[in-house]
Every structure is written in structure tokens, then in C-alpha cells.
């Protein structure tokens, strides 16, 4: 009895926010850009408060269902409901149908907050610069370059699964855009799946094979999964668009020493003394070169 009094109240209290949060969701949805921009912004600003909250209550369900007792098979079916209305209410927030205003005065209000976006990125202001995305995809859903940066964000932010979800988004409404597969290739490899962030970084080289960083992903990737010789075909395809890259040129020296290939050492370690003389591994590569038979 001591322990339904506790949940019974965890349960109230839970109920309570899934309906104010859904009450205030409803809002941002139909926010009108014609909104004064002070009220639009406050609005907003809630929202984002509730929305950080929603995104912490995945973990609280997680705590209490693993303390409850296997008898308690109802209470746990209600919290595994209880869960899926939250994130179907997140993701109402975060990616429901934009404003139906495309007017250039929408169009430009939504360039300035990426603007601002950007900016605020690079001054370390985080959650403002997610802040800003946000409301640049409510004045624009349209706008793939809205969605990158606030997946971006998350990654800054470290939040996997928030930037996992961003970039399904891009990548289901913008496929033609090889930037949102790279992304999501990145966000593969921290959570730890290696051969999901090789197919998305192949799909990115296959809409745009001219991008270094993508040959350079794929190439460590194939070093991980212990594949020396197509991690050495991504980074001669790297060079191949940038010669004298110094990055490049290092991790091309270590495939050929991994791959025991002498002549490839030596001819690599050449460039590498030919372009960037003040190295500072110059004798530490020689060494190395010497070693191989």
C-alpha cells in the first residue's frame, strides 16, 4: 500500500503536465506570423521550457519502470502509453506544419534568425542559437538549412537522439541534400553504429562525392571496422581533390604503415616533407619508414 501512494501521486502529477504541455503545444502550433514578434517570442520561449522538460521525463519513466514489481503489469502498460504521448507530443512541436505564410517579409524574418542562429553559435550561446532555429522553422518549414542547424545544435548540445531525429526529418523531406546524411553519419558513429554511419556517409558521397570531410569520415570508419585497404582508397580519393592537405597526407602516412607498404610511405612521407618542411613527426615518420621491410 505504502508503495501505489507514491506512484498514484508520480502518476497525477505526470498526467498534469502532459496536459498543459499539450494545452501550450497547441499554441505554437498555430502561431500566426502576423503575431507581434514580442508575443510570438514568448510563446516560444515557454514552449522551449516545456519541451526540455519533456524530453527528461523519457528518463523518469525509465527509473520507475524498472522499480516496479513484475505484478504491476497495468501500471507499466500505462507509463509505456504514458511515454508515447510524450514524444508524439514533442515531435508535434519540434516538426509539425509550419505557418502557411511564405511572404518575403516571412521569407526574410526567417533568413535573419538563422543569421542570428549562426551567431549565436558561434559566440557559445547554445540554447539561444536553438532558440532561434526553432522559430526559424516555424516562420519556414521549408527552410532544410533551419533543420541542419538545429540538429547541429543538438550535437553540440550532445542530445544523440534529438539530432538523430533532426536529421531523419531532413533526410525523409530533403533526400536530394547530401549534407543531412553526412550529419546523421556523424551522429551513427557516437552512438556507436559503425556500419549505419558507413551507409549514411556512402549516401552522402554518392549525391556529392567532392566533399574531403565525407572521405575522411569514411575512412576512419573503415579503420574501426578493421578495413585498412578501403580506408585507404577513401583517403587517396581525399587527396585526390586536395593534394597537399596536411590531415590527409598524416592519415595517409599511417594506412601505408598499418598496411606495411613501404613504397606508399615513402613516397607519401616526400609530400609530406615537400609541404610542411617544420613538421614536427618529420624524424618520427622516418623512423617508422626505416622499420618496414
Do not use: C
Amino acid at each position: 500500500m505504502l508503495t501505489i501512494i507514491p506512484l498514484i501521486v508520480i502518476i497525477i502529477s505526470l498526467g498534469a503536465i502532459l496536459v498543459i504541455a499539450s494545452r501550450h503545444l497547441k499554441k505554437v502550433a498555430a502561431l500566426d506570423v502576423s503575431d507581434i514578434p514580442e508575443e510570438r517570442d514568448a510563446v516560444l520561449k515557454t514552449s522551449l521550457l516545456e519541451n526540455r522538460l519533456l524530453r527528461k521525463l523519457d528518463k523518469l519513466f525509465r527509473a520507475i519502470s524498472s522499480i516496479l514489481h513484475p505484478g504491476n503489469k497495468l501500471v507499466g502498460a500505462w507509463f509505456e502509453k504514458g511515454m508515447s504521448r510524450v514524444k508524439k507530443l514533442e515531435k508535434t512541436y519540434r516538426f509539425a506544419g509550419g505557418l502557411p505564410d511564405s511572404s518575403k517579409k516571412s521569407q526574410g524574418k526567417a533568413k535573419n534568425l538563422l543569421n542570428e542562429a549562426v551567431i549565436a553559435v558561434k559566440e557559445g550561446n547554445i540554447r539561444q542559437a536553438e532558440s532561434k532555429y526553432l522559430s526559424a522553422i516555424k516562420v519556414d518549414p521549408e527552410s532544410s538549412d533551419a533543420y541542419q542547424g538545429l540538429g547541429e545544435v543538438y550535437m553540440e548540445m550532445k542530445e544523440w537522439d534529438q539530432a538523430r531525429e533532426t536529421f531523419e526529418y531532413m533526410i525523409k523531406h530533403w533526400p536530394q541534400e547530401d549534407a543531412g546524411f553526412a550529419l546523421m553519419a556523424l551522429v551513427e558513429v557516437e552512438k556507436g553504429n559503425l556500419e549505419e554511419a558507413k551507409d549514411q556517409f556512402l549516401h552522402a558521397l554518392s549525391i556529392n562525392n567532392e566533399v574531403v570531410d565525407y572521405h575522411m569520415g569514411l575512412s576512419d570508419l573503415y579503420l574501426r571496422l578493421n578495413d585498412s585497404e578501403k580506408a585507404l582508397s577513401s583517403l587517396q580519393k581525399a587527396q585526390a581533390l586536395e593534394p597537399n592537405n596536411p590531415r590527409i597526407l598524416d592519415q595517409l602516412f599511417s594506412v601505408s604503415i598499418i598496411l606495411k607498404n613501404k613504397n606508399l610511405a615513402e613516397e607519401v612521407l616526400i609530400k609530406i616533407k615537400k609541404s610542411n618542411p617544420d613538421h614536427g613527426k618529420l624524424k618520427e615518420f622516418e623512423k617508422k619508414v626505416k622499420a618496414l621491410k
